[in-house]
């Protein structure tokens, strides 16, 4: 149905998006890859190119162990928060129990409070459970953090299901759990997927939990091992290294959403609401 | 056909999350074994210097076993250090052995007993041979708490093609640019005046150039009597002539050297980093690149004075190897290293005469004679208030109003050393 | 919130209205309202004792703090002094100040971010070409750890370093002036979490049925009008908590203001004066009063959403009848 000058407008109109998107990354990308002589050219493409950056920040600056525990504490830290997101929202969504509001009310709190007064509380108590510098000690943050992001977007969702479908299936034998995990888990999907991008980009490039609750490779984060680059002295910032990093550190987020990006509109007009 | 759609399916959800956990757990275990010796281990903390190891390991063959010295990082930037510093000590963490800090940071840990006293045959050790203004800055209420590790002055740099005589006073400098904006030519005098320790610093020389001080001695009242008036003119009409670059208000020390690099100023004032940083990057300017004292109000100046420390941690469990580990981090030798490979100017007087550091420092004469008459700045548990209050009470530079200004920082900074108010 | 479905005998949809409360009965509950009470609380434990354990104690001690004087430095000199905080800081213009430049930014940038939000998440749905690559690469800026896109900015920006500052005159360094600062500020945030915003809508589209959007055409109603009076009613969930909490997260801006200005020329925000009191000055007890008084700015933010969206926002009574 799509028509040649229909396809030729959207081709446009996605070219003027990618060009706002795209452009400063790609400024940061050149940033990457020039070399410290040419740096205060102020040309978009660098004059003199050189790959040393990306060398450097694995061989001087070791950001392979961060890069490692970025994407592993990133990735539990993502799915249990959506587990359990996806656990009580559906009970604030569809069901009726005293407290509803309450947890719904403590999620926005959470949501709501400066993290950096939490952040010394946070790193007493880890200390005297030797949970400092530890995943676990980065994970639990993280996921009460990104917890209420994904109990309301989802329960957002799950308002959105109609009861008939439960009740068809409760209808042809299944028990509570099957309907909910047969019938709604797919027509939530749409919900899933965002939730757990945002909820993983969220982990991904969190700083002050970071940089706060770690105190050396063990488990520090990609974003706050680039605060540790080494300058060639203390007074420079090592822009070439933390640009060249920022570009290493956005590519898993970008197979990430690759990956998930066509589950986020697979709705309801997927045929299990037609007759 | 449809009841066969709701058999039941494994938990797989839940079994990843299992192993997921259960990864999460291992982690940690991993790193924890294998450095299982029951030699005693110092814990060093030190911001990024590209050769520290090469110090560390040669202090570790030094030591003959009797410790060993380990390196951790700190953050590049000089709060984030001070943040972890901070937390850690007051949260009474027994794995701070030896702590590199700033100079001014020292009144501010040893008020609030984080950082341990140097007495008896380590205090004799450390004061040995070493600058008298460094030694001062190590100081808290005549007691010694940490040993001098390395040293920084401003000086004044300029282009040799462009100046024949470098400026003494700051009038002399503005009155040059003008001369040079006047025929065209690169006339910008690049200067730290964002809002942050720099502009202090900046401050900080000007006010004791001008024989004032912004604390009292003791660091518990404000000073800043009428010869500020004359550091406060001075900063507003640099501010406002031809010599202050646009972007001053948004220049730290990487802007003002990118911009001296980038052939649109005639001078900056900055620490001497920007020798090797020039060498490395543009080797044309390093022919033409000169220095001189810091200018003054109406003679030479008083070149404000940086640097960094060793201190031992208050609950640390070996203090007497770290005190140890903390003479030899900075003895003559690793000093040396420091200062040829790393651009970190030294403390020890002797190190200076090495062929090697006069090789790497032709301004060695200059830095030394800048060492002899550096402006301290104030030494008070409560620096970091006074900081951020004047940086912001003198932000930015162009709109300052002497009288006015000097009122407002006189109040302001009383409040901050008591702890009072709220900082901006 | 009407929702039409069809059903397989072709029957009219039921019409659920939200807010509509069963009467209860006089007697002791029923055993199913029991079953369901229960079920709901062992849903919900999980979460909320992750959230309980890890972040209510943090709260409740920096609530505690706020009442009391303590500096990190003198422990001993530490003891409650009541209000006296909040009169402190109240009254302090440096406060009304951050203040004021945090709720501009916030208003405009998000405004900005609907917008052109929703804009993007048409696209993103309708677009006829390269969805999946369009729909990552809207993603990515979001991706980017912000302090990194900040300095990518500040460096654009800097006359002499950067390519966007060559459009300006050679004079103007746009980072020194408050009003252009703030709008290089509002530009980084805006072009870092429209994406966040277009992502939520696009879900929220997706909710809307076409059958709803032929129907409409049929009767008449041009692209706006279809816009207006079908795809936004249906979206207002989706919209609700997009805006709620790019909201709640615009008011707690921090890293592109430390990167961009360190908040000089008064463009500091309240987290930035936060940061200052509580790492930089160890003022523990004012420190943790200007959290409690951003909290307390962001739950009214909230409050008000919630009043404005009514029975659209999460919440409200579940649909009616099981």
Redesign the interface.
Known sequence: M?TKS??VR??A??LA??F???T??L??VS?SFKHPST??D???IPKRWTLNNYFNIFRDGGFGRPLLNSICIGIISTVVAIV??V??A????????????W??G?????????Q???V???FQ?ERSMALFNTWPGLI??Y???A?P?T???L???F??I???LEKAAKMDGAT?FQAFRHVIVPLAA??V??AG??AF?QC??D?LFAISLTSSDSART??AA??FFTGASQFE?P?GS??A??VV??IP??IF??MF??R??????SGA??? | MRSATWSRSPRRGLRALVVGTALAMAGPLMVACGSNSSQVVINLYNGPQENMATIVNRCNDLAHGAYRIRLNQLPRAA?GQR?QL?RRL?AGDSGLDVMDMDITWVA?LA??GWIREWTGQNKQQAEQDTLAKPLKSAQWNDKLYAVPYNSNVQLLWYRSDLVQSPPKTWDELINASDALAKQGKPHYAEVTG???EGLVVWFNALVTSAGDSITSDNGKKVALNDKALQALDVMKRFANSKAA??????TQEQ?AN??FQ?G?AAFQLNWPFVYAATRDANPELLKKLRWAPYPGINGPGESPLGGAVFAIGKYSKHPKEAFQAALCLRDPGSQKIAAVKDGLPPTIRSVYDDPEVKAAYPMRDAILAALSTAGERPRT??Y??VS?TVS?VL??PSSIKPRQTLDRLRSEVTDALN?????? | ?S?V??????AAP?R?KAGRRRSKPARAVTEG?RA??R??????A???L??????G???I??VL?SFQRY????PDARGWIGLDNYA??LA?R??WT?FGVTTVIMVISVAIELVLGMA?AM?M????????L????????????????A???K??W??????L??FLS????P??HQIPSLAIIILAEV?KTT??MA??L??????V??ELHRAAEMDGANRWQRFVKVTLPLMK??I??AL??RA?DAF?I??NIYIL?????ST?SV?I????????????G???T??VL??LS??IL?FIFIKIFGAAA??S???E??
């Open positions: 799509a229909a396809k959207w081709s109109i996605n998006v990618v706002f998107a795209l400063p990354v400024w940061i940033l740096f205060t102020g040309k978009f359990l997101g656990f009580a559906y009970a604030i969504a569809r069901l009726r129990f005293p407290g509803r509001r947890m719904l403590a999620a926005l709190l959470i949501a709501m409070f400066p950096v007064s939490l010394t509380p946070l108590i639990l943050p996921v009460t953090f917890l992001l109990i309301y977007t329960s957002a969702f308002r959105e109609p009861w008939e509570p749409p919900g997927v965002t991008i945002l980009i991904w490039n700083f990609a974003p680039i605060s910032n822009v933390i640009a990093a920022a550190i956005t987020i970008v959403v690759l990006q066509n986020i509109v697979s709705g309801l007009t609401v037609k007759g | 709060d943040e901070v007051a501010e008020e609030a964002a809002q942050y670059d646009p972007s001053l208000s948004n802007e990118l911009a980038g649109g548990p409560f970091q208030n951020t912001t932000s930015p702890s009072k108010g709220v900082l901006p | 919130m929702h479905a069809s059903t397989a005998d072709g039921p659920h309202t369901e009470r079920l709901g609380w062992l849903l919900c999980p979460a909320a992750v959230m309980l354990v890890v972040a104690w943090p709260i001690y920096s703090l500096d990190l430095r003198f402190t800081v302090n440096y406060w951050s993007l696209v749905h309708r677009t006829l070409a390269a969805r999946g369009l729909r990552t690469v809207v993603l990515i800026p979001y991706g980017i750890v912000t302090v990194v896109a300095y990518g900015w460096y654009a800097t006359p002499g370093t950067g390519w500052a060559r050679n004079d103007s360094a980072l020194t072009w994406p966040f992502l939520l696009l879900a929220g589209l997706a909710l049925p076409d969930p989706a609700v908590v709620l909490f709640l707690r921090y890293d200005t360190n908040g000089a020329q500091g987290s004066q936060t940061y200052h009191n509580l790492i930089g000055g160890l003022n523990l004012i420190g943790s200007l959290s951003i909290f962001v739950a909230a999460p919440g009574e579940p649909e009848t099981r």
